[in-house]
Structure formats: structure tokens, C-alpha cells
């Protein structure tokens, strides 16, 4: 599947902020550049080691964190640097004036105004369009710069993940974001020269680490130690990173379409898996519903159900007293009509019949 039907994919589902990442991505590949971004924690060593790959003494080192500022390293015959302010405004420094910036000591330049830094190098390992990327660090106080850092990250199409201690769990966090987006991840272990041989051999301390990179990730762990001083052994390493960018920057096109393919891939494999999730979701809810249905209906069925046996048993009850005061009122009526001929035989045998009298009850009849 290639860029455009990911971007129409991530139209039609409403994911705009994916959208315009592929469309960032779309219009790197187009201008041909690759962004290759140095990623870790603030001073293990990352601009110290972007010095030593291009053997220049370009970038700041042992700067205060709240120096740090996204700088873009690219190719430029004429060597200098830009400074993009937030505002919106950008000023030409000089390249030998870089470090000033950094440390914030260069005059009317406050490096909280600064959005990023473009940095023009006529490097060779630049010149087919490799573009290396100094972060301030995962663990910088500048927010700005900060975000600026991650949506790098986004861009790249490769990440150098910088080490300069075993990984800790600010690591594994941005290590699993990195590897869930589809970016391949360049683990580079600095400070080698400063593993105790005392305590452990540094071979095996190395596997360790690679052992622990290994449970973060699911691609293939490549990690290169190193040191970024001159007088270690583990110096010599740097030659690795050298020879992996030019290995990329002769591959470069081939590089930029896997990297975005890889990328496109992973957007499109998130919403298959997030429209499962629904489509699952949805099943569950209807299936929730028929199960609340039917518990409705069979609730309602036990209460007609029971509605009819009291109305049976209410009809019986009614019947029962109705028998029972139908045989009242009998027995009452048969008690009056005996207590009334008692009476009336009393009167008549209280009576002395005479002819006048007979002839009075003749003549009522």
C-alpha cells in the first residue's frame, strides 16, 4: 500500500492528525531527505557524539538542560546557521557563533524565543539528503522544545537511540512509542569507557543491555557502544555509525520509500486492530442489549404471570366470599322467617277467637 492510499484510508476514517503526518512525510520524500534523529536522554552524550560521526566540533557539549534546542543538520555548500524564532521571524548566525546560542550567551538572542535551529554543513555523508537531528532530550525543561523533539520523531526515518547509562523506564516508555510507530531504531550505548572492570566485564555488561533492549522491541536490536573520548578504546566504534550512514545515504531513495512504506504500514495495521476493537465492541454491546432484552421480557412475563395468579386467586377469594355471604344470607333469612313465625304463632295462640273476630279476619282476606 503506498502514501496516498494511506492518507485516503486515514481521510475516510477521520484521523486528521495522521493525515498530515503522512502528507509530511509525503512531502519529504519528495524533496528527498532523510531524517535521521538522535533521541535520548540529556547529557548522555548525543551532540558530543554528532561531532564525533562528522569529525567537527559543530555542536555545544555539557551544556545546561535548559540550553537545549532542536537543531537540523543539513547539507549546504555555503556553512552557517539559521535560527527560526517562534514569532515567526529567522536570523542568519554565523556557524562559529552556534555554541553562543546554546549556551545562551549570545547578545538579543533568548533561547526560550527560539523555535528550532538549521544548521548548513558541505558534509559529504549530508550532500544526498540525510538529515541528522540533535534533540534537546527526553528530559528537558522547555516545553516547547520538548514537543518540537517528539514530533521529530514522527518525521524520521530512523532513530538513534542514545544510551548513556543501561535503559531505565523513561527508556522503555519512548523506546516502545518509537518501535509501535514502524521506525527503525539505532541503539548506541555511549560512555563504554566508564564501565567498571572491576566489577563485571564490559562485554557481558553490553550484552545486557542489548538483552534488555531486546523484551522493548519488536524489530531486531542493533546496538553499537561507544565513547565519545579519543583516548578509549570503544572510540573506534564511531566508524560503525560513519559506515551505516554512508551505507544509507548511497541507498538513500530505496531507504526513503521502505522507511515510509514501514510507516504507512504501521498506520493502517493501528486501524485494522482499533476497527476490530470497535466491530468487537459493538458485538458485545448488542450482544449486552439482546441479554438485557430478553432478561426484560422474561421479567415482564414472570410479572403477567403472576398478575394472572393473583387475579385467579382473587376471583377464587371473591367467589368464596360471595358463597360465604350468599349462605349467610340464607341462614339469616331462614333465622328471621323461624324467628317471625314463632312470634306469629305466639300472637295467634294469644288470641280468643270470637265470631266477630272471625268474620273481621275473613272480610282482610
Known sequence: MDIKQGIEIAKWIGKNGDVLEMERLQKLAKDGEHFITFWGHYSAGKSKLINNILSRDILPVQSRETTAALTYIRYGKFEECVVHFISGEKIDVELSKLKEIYQNTLENIEIEEIDYIEVFLEEEILEQGIVLVDTPGVNTIIQRHQELAIDAISQ????????????TKVDRDFISQIDNCKIDILFVRTKCDCLNRDEEDENLSIEKDRESLSKMVTQQVRMIPVSNEKDSHWFLNIVSIQNELK??????????????????????????EELKKQRKLIFDELEGKSSTFEDEIRKYDDQLEDLKEREELAEKRIKSEVSRSKRKIERDIDEFLERSTEK?????????????LKDEARANL
Do not use: C, D, F
Open 156 to 167: 524520521s526515518g530512523m532513530i538513534v537511540y542514545v544510551l548513556g547509562t543501561s535503559p
Open 344 to 356: 306469629l304463632k305466639k300472637k295467634l295462640n294469644g288470641l280468643v277467637w270470637t265470631p266477630n
Open 247 to 272: 551505507e544509507i545515504s548511497v541507498n538513500l531513495k530505496e531507504r526513503i520509500q521502505l522507511a515510509m512504506q514501514q510507516r504507512v504500514n504501521a498506520y493502517v495495521q493501528g486501524y485494522k
